[in-house]
């Protein structure tokens, strides 16, 4: 069975930073691809980053190039979204995706998601 565990979120002034993690089970995390989405109050979900197994490719949302970054640590099966300059519509539900099944917007493992709330 695959799991995913979310952790890092908060609340946090316009601005500031955040690092999410995701860990993964070990028996898949080398072999796939995983993905960052997130959804708002309201909203649909929507993409936000990927990385390829290796870690050589990653794929951004156009709205948190140069502010997010994902990244691979393989050593600890877990993948990491740090997020910088930090805007009030940032604010949502993040999730954390694994085993791309259309690579970087579709996968077939979630986890249960962690909550970012940045204030004005």
């Known amino acids: 069975q695959v799991q995913l565990v979310e952790s890092g979120g908060g609340l946090v002034q316009a601005g500031g930073s955040l690092r999410l993690s995701c860990a993964v089970s070990r028996h898949i995390f080398n072999t796939v691809a995983m993905g960052w989405f997130r959804q708002a109050p309201g909203k649909e979900r929507e993409f936000v980053a990927a990385i390829s197994p290796s870690g050589i490719s990653t794929y951004y949302q156009d709205s948190v190039k140069g502010r997010f970054t994902i990244s691979r640590g393989n050593a600890k099966n877990t993948v990491y979204l740090s997020m910088n300059s930090l805007k009030p519509e940032d604010t949502a539900v993040y999730y954390c995706?694994?085993?791309?099944?259309?690579?970087?917007?579709?996968?077939?493992?979630w986890g249960q998601g962690t909550q970012v709330t940045v204030s004005s």
């Open positions: 995706a694994a085993e791309a099944t259309n690579w970087p917007y579709e996968y077939d493992y």
